[in-house]
């Protein structure tokens, strides 16, 4: 990793300063295929206060030099809406002892520099910290083989999760709602969660 590039893990106000930079790179960068989002200024800023009001949540920053170049989301899953909690709760598991990642985000000029193995690393080290959790999770949009936007060289990340100790567990999945970009209006997408088990 160059340098030049600084990894910062924040919670609570802290926070607060980067939320518009959070934004608009987090819609820079779903834009891309898998996610396809048609991004939100207002939604965005309401979903990362989120990890401002709680306490245990971190978002782990990426800087080269004063300019944020990415960013990952985690929080204790008991604080995540019933969505995220309901597949789990119905498989046995109890939500107070997962430890939830939201999304990476980083900007395409910097990638394959070891950024998003840091961000794995820095959310497992913050979940640490607070103790008590048994899994650590996350979940990924389904999107069929043929989607007309999907990219000639598209390789999906599922090699890159199976390294830090992830597996994908299909019987796990919830649906998000957003708008895609030839979208007129938010449609349900499908989720599924991969999971750590190295804290059971």
């Not at 990362?48 to 990415?70: E, H, M, N, Q, R």
């Not at 969505?83 to 990642?101: M, R």
């Amino acid at each position: 990793m160059s340098n030049d590039i600084r990894i910062q893990r924040l919670s609570g106000e802290p926070l607060r300063q980067y939320i518009p930079d959070l934004a608009r790179l987090r819609i820079e960068v779903f834009r891309d295929f898998p996610y396809l989002y048609d991004g939100d200024y207002a939604y965005e800023e309401k979903y990362l206060k989120t990890y401002i009001d709680c306490p245990d949540s971190v978002i782990v920053l990426a800087f080269a030099g004063d300019d944020i170049i990415g960013a990952s989301t985690a929080i204790p899953m008991k604080y995540e809406t019933d969505e995220v909690k309901k597949p789990f709760i119905e498989h046995g598991y109890n939500p107070d002892e997962i430890f939830y990642c939201g999304e990476s985000v980083l900007d395409k000029r910097y990638r394959g520099l070891g950024i998003g193995v840091r961000f794995f690393e820095e959310r497992e080290a913050h979940a640490d910290d607070l103790g008590g959790f048994k899994h650590i999770c996350f979940c990924c949009v389904e999107r069929p083989a043929d989607h007309p936007r999907r990219p000639k060289d598209y390789v999906p990340l599922d090699a890159f999760w199976n390294k830090r100790g992830y597996v994908k567990h299909p019987e796990l999945t919830t649906t998000y709602s957003w708008k895609d970009l030839d979208e007129d209006k938010e449609t349900a997408k499908s989720m599924t969660f991969w999971l750590k088990e190295e804290y059971a």
